[in-house]
Nanobody
Framework: VQLQAFGGGLMQAGGSLRLSCEAS????????MGWFRQVPGKEREFVAG???????WLTDSVKGRFSISRDYSLKTVYLQMNTLNSGDTAVYYC????????????????WGQGTKVTVSS
């Protein structure tokens, strides 16, 4: 599956952004999907995930602020990010086709190109 992420940009602290990840192919509904983020010099980290059946996972630092959803007809996964802070500044990547722990980078076979989010304080 090919993935294309977009929706990043510059936002002031406290603001909101919605990231989208569009998938190609007919098997989107079969895949668990994830969002990860990475800042320079650090490892890519799990942010949120959603299973093919709609089960959702969020890392602790974004609970209550971020949410993940998917639209099967549009083959798109969304990451709604509210109450942004400077710690959310990163390049965000979407991933698909999981076969391992949902929080592990190694579990996902397909990755999008990343979209940059910058939060100014």
């Amino acid at each position: 599956v090919q993935l294309q992420a977009f929706g990043g940009g510059l936002m002031q602290a406290g603001g909101s952004l919605r990231l989208s990840c569009e998938a190609s192919g007919r098997t989107f509904r079969w895949y668990d999907m994830g969002w990860f983020r990475q800042v320079p010099g650090k490892e890519r980290e799990f942010v949120a995930g959603i299973s093919r059946s709609g089960e959702k996972w969020l890392t602790d630092s974004v609970k209550g602020r971020f949410s993940i959803s998917r639209d099967y007809s549009l083959k798109t996964v969304y990451l709604q990010m509210n109450t942004l802070n400077s710690g959310d500044t990163a390049v965000y990547y979407c991933a698909a086709d999981r076969s391992g722990p949902y929080y592990s980078i190694q579990s996902y076979r397909s990755w999008g190109q990343g979209t940059k989010v910058t939060v100014s304080s």
